[in-house]
């Protein structure tokens, strides 16, 4: 139940050094800015007594007993009394006096507010140069190719939102990819965000961070492929359908010569090789779609709805069939050439223009008919 402004919330694991600090400067912005308020941690087992330490500074305290990031958050926003939630670590890194710049954000009506330290400050020593010239830019910017939002720094762990906003997208990452799986699953849904600057200052523990470079970029990397089914296999394997089918095309009729570089029917395995392979990615780029809607993960796309209600079973079973049928011919035409030579010898690269391609339409035939009995099967519900 919803009674209070705002909640700031504080994941925590062993963070005694700092703890004490942040709960103060939070509750120090709630009265600043003249909110009801509270301050909750989200403890994931500490052994360090940060829970006495968070309830001695007047914090409320909420035990996880899911280790993760993702967890804490996600157990403490089910867990916070205020329509509105800040969020930030519980390290002494981020300022919680920025307060009054995401307040004005959410009464504006957006449901997520952003803070961005590149448009802010980011303090001598707060960020590793890995973590600041490569891994925020390179997945930030993947995360706005990908899903076109509006967010310059997916993985600044300041922010506000409104509870029940976040709430309805039923968040389910536990890791430190949660981070990246807010800002992707609130712009799927339609959420309104926006980004204000803030302040990123070294961590004041003398332990190591949780956080671990390689481990946690590629779960956030990992999220973002799979979150869009679009990149991950869709245009790639169009890609490799497309370059596949002009090469074949272009080395059916004979010998293609590019200036002292001759490609013949060696070239031509490998060009029909690709087709196959992007027919294979592209069958997959719609059952991930069709998966992903389903499961509830993914949104309804009304494109891709009114695309579906055109690819049955039944046309899928007709186009593999037609596939099947070129391809037997063209075996039946290679057959009628060997016997026409008393089944003796014939020209390799004659016949592999004729028996290549007849394999490939063969293969594909069979991948789309069983394709069509997938999708069929994993459509049941849409049906």
Same mark, same amino acid.
């Given at each position: ?7 700031? /919330? ?61 967890? !804490? ?14 969020? !930030?670590?519980?390290?002494? *890194? ?23 330290? @590149? ?27 990908? %899903? ?45 965000? !926006? ?17 671990? *470079? ?25 890609? !490799? &359908? &497309? ?18 570089? *001759? ?72 057959? @009628? ?14 016949? /592999? ?7 490939? /339409? ?11 009995? %997938?999708?069929?099967?994993?459509? /049941?519900?849409?049906?």
């Amino acid at each position: 139940m919803t009674d209070l402004d705002l909640t700031i /919330l504080m994941p925590c694991l062993n963070e005694a050094e700092t703890l004490a600090f942040c709960v103060r400067q939070a509750a120090a912005a709630i009265t600043a800015s003249g909110v009801s308020g509270e301050v909750v941690v989200a403890d994931n087992g500490s052994t360090d007594g940060s829970q006495e330490i968070a309830r001695a500074e007047g914090a409320r305290v909420v035990d996880v007993a899911t280790r993760g990031y993702g967890a !804490a958050l996600i157990t403490g926003i089910e867990a916070a009394r205020g329509k509105y939630v800040m969020m !930030a670590d519980a390290d002494a *890194s981020y300022h919680f006096e920025h307060l009054p710049r995401f307040l004005p954000r959410l009464d504006e009506g957006y449901d997520l507010v952003m803070g961005n330290r @590149f448009a802010g400050a980011i303090e001598r020593g707060a960020m590793p140069p890995l973590h600041k010239y490569i891994g925020n830019p390179v997945l930030s910017t993947i995360g706005r190719v990908f %899903f076109g939002i509006p967010v310059r720094d997916f993985h600044c762990g300041l922010r506000a939102f409104r509870r029940d906003s976040i709430l309805g997208l039923n968040l389910r990452t536990t890791g430190m990819e949660f981070a990246s799986e807010m800002v992707v699953r609130s712009s799927l849904a339609g959420l309104r965000m !926006a980004e204000v600057p803030t302040t990123l200052s070294p961590d004041g523990r003398s332990r190591p961070p949780h956080l671990r *470079s390689w481990r946690d970029g590629w779960r956030h990397l990992r999220f973002l492929l799979l979150y869009s089914p679009r990149w991950l296999f869709f245009y790639p394997g169009l890609a !490799a &359908l &497309l370059v596949g089918v002009v090469l074949s095309a272009a080395l059916l009729p004979g010998p293609l010569a590019i200036g002292a570089y *001759s490609f013949d029917v060696d070239t031509l395995t490998y060009t029909l090789g690709l087709v196959l392979i992007g027919a294979h990615i592209t069958v997959f780029a719609v059952s991930a779609k069709v998966f992903g809607t389903q499961e509830g993960f993914l949104p309804v796309n009304p494109q891709f709805e009114r695309l579906f209600k055109f690819i049955t079973l039944e046309t899928g079973l007709l186009f593999g069939c037609l596939l099947l049928l070129i391809g037997a011919g063209m075996l039946g035409y290679a057959v @009628f050439l060997w016997h026409a030579t008393g089944f003796g010898h014939l020209s390799p690269t004659h016949m /592999l223009r004729v028996t290549l391609p007849s394999a490939t /339409l063969l293969m594909l035939g069979v991948e789309v008919i069983f394709g069509s009995f %997938f999708l069929s099967l994993l459509g /049941l519900n849409r049906r």
